[in-house]
């Protein structure tokens, strides 16, 4: 069913499958599979990702302001994870989801057919730093 071998009880009971239009940074212009592979396969090393939930979602925020202060969160904290910002969609078929309305971040747990390829990115722009 899921993209991921995902840890116990995840996604979460709140996610909900969803169709909405959100904001993804990327590391590359041109998006390729890194630009869509969750946290736990990003960073093997981390052993606390294992078993975290979230780290088998993919990240995205519901307005391109969230993703841009979210970017200028992890610059701050010294991670550098990604330069451009693009336009995607989610739809039901995609997975589940589950949002933070604080952070305007939504988590997705991709379903077993969805390709990360299969994204079409839209308005990618470099990320102005001001």
Not at 16 to 36: G, Q
Not at 100 to 121: A, I, M, Q, R, V
């Amino acid at each position: 069913m899921w993209k991921e071998k995902l840890p116990i009880n995840c996604p979460p009971s709140s996610a909900k499958e969803l169709d909405f239009e959100a904001y993804r940074i990327l590391k590359n212009k041109e998006p390729n599979d890194e630009d869509f592979l969750p946290y736990v396969y990003l960073h093997p090393e981390n052993e606390r990702y294992k078993t975290l939930c979230e780290a088998y979602a993919i990240s995205s925020f519901d307005s391109e302001k969230n993703a841009i202060k979210a970017w200028k969160g992890a610059l701050k904290r010294g991670k550098n994870i990604g330069s451009h910002i693009a336009k995607i969609e989610i739809s039901t078929s995609d997975g589940k989801n589950d949002f933070n309305p604080k952070s305007g971040h939504f988590s997705t747990w991709l379903y077993e057919s969805k390709n990360y390829d299969t994204f079409e990115c839209v308005n990618i722009k470099l990320i102005d730093e001001n």
